[in-house]
């Protein structure tokens, strides 16, 4: 398993599916990378105000198996 661990985020808000489970993810809403669930999977992201959108994605690569985005610390 790989992690990402995120640094500061500049957006409204976000939205992240985690995984809490072994084959199950729920969603999570916040404003702060703190906000992060861990062993999330997908990150969608309000940068302004009704404004663009962003997405993050973990991607695997270098034969690693998984890779997740956690918040930092």
Not at 10 to 34: D, Q
Not at 44 to 63: F, H, K, Q, R, S
Request: aromatic share 10%; charged share 20%.
């Amino acid at each position: 398993m790989h992690d990402v661990a995120l640094g500061e985020l500049r957006c409204k808000r976000f939205l992240a599916c985690a995984r809490n489970k072994l084959w199950w993810m729920t969603p999570e809403w916040g404003s702060a990378a703190a906000d992060i669930p861990p062993e999330t999977q997908f990150l969608l992201l309000e940068l302004e105000e009704g404004g663009p959108y962003a997405v993050m994605l973990p991607l695997i690569d270098n034969g690693v198996f998984r890779a997740t985005l956690r918040p930092p610390g």
